[in-house]
Nanobody, 123 residues
Framework: QVQLVESGGGLVQAGGSLRLSCAAS????????MGWFRQVSGKEREFVAA????????YYADSVKGRFTASRDNAKNTLYLQMNILKPEDAAVYYC????????????????WGQGTQVTVSS
């Protein structure tokens, strides 16, 4: 049974930083591309970042480029999202997701999802 468990969300002031983690189990983590998505209530789920199965390829939404960094530790079966210079518009529930091999930006192409972690940014 595949499980993805996000952690690290919370309340932060604008300009601050947070690091999200996503612990994976029940799959061969090193063979899966991983993605970060976010969703605000009433809106569609939005792509944030994706990282390839070897970690060498990353993609970012334009809105987070230069501020967010996705990384992975295949030895620990864990995905990370370092979020710096947070803005109020970054507030959302953040989800991690997994799909085999190639990283993509389309949430519909991911097979497994975590339950999400809330990020709140105060202005």
């Amino acid at each position: 049974q595949v499980q993805l468990v996000e952690s690290g969300g919370g309340l932060v002031q604008a300009g601050g930083s947070l690091r999200l983690s996503c612990a994976a189990s029940g799959l061969t983590f090193r063979t899966y591309a991983m993605g970060w998505f976010r969703q605000v209530s009433g809106k569609e789920r939005e792509f944030v970042a994706a990282i390839g199965w070897l970690g060498g390829i990353t993609y970012y939404a334009d809105s987070v480029k230069g501020r967010f960094t996705a990384s992975r530790d295949n030895a620990k079966n864990t995905l990370y999202l370092q979020m710096n210079i947070l803005k109020p518009e970054d507030a959302a529930v953040y989800y991690c997701a997994a799909r085999k091999f190639q990283a993509v930006t389309d949430p519909g192409q991911y097979d497994y999802w975590g339950q999400g972690t809330q990020v709140t940014v105060s202005s």
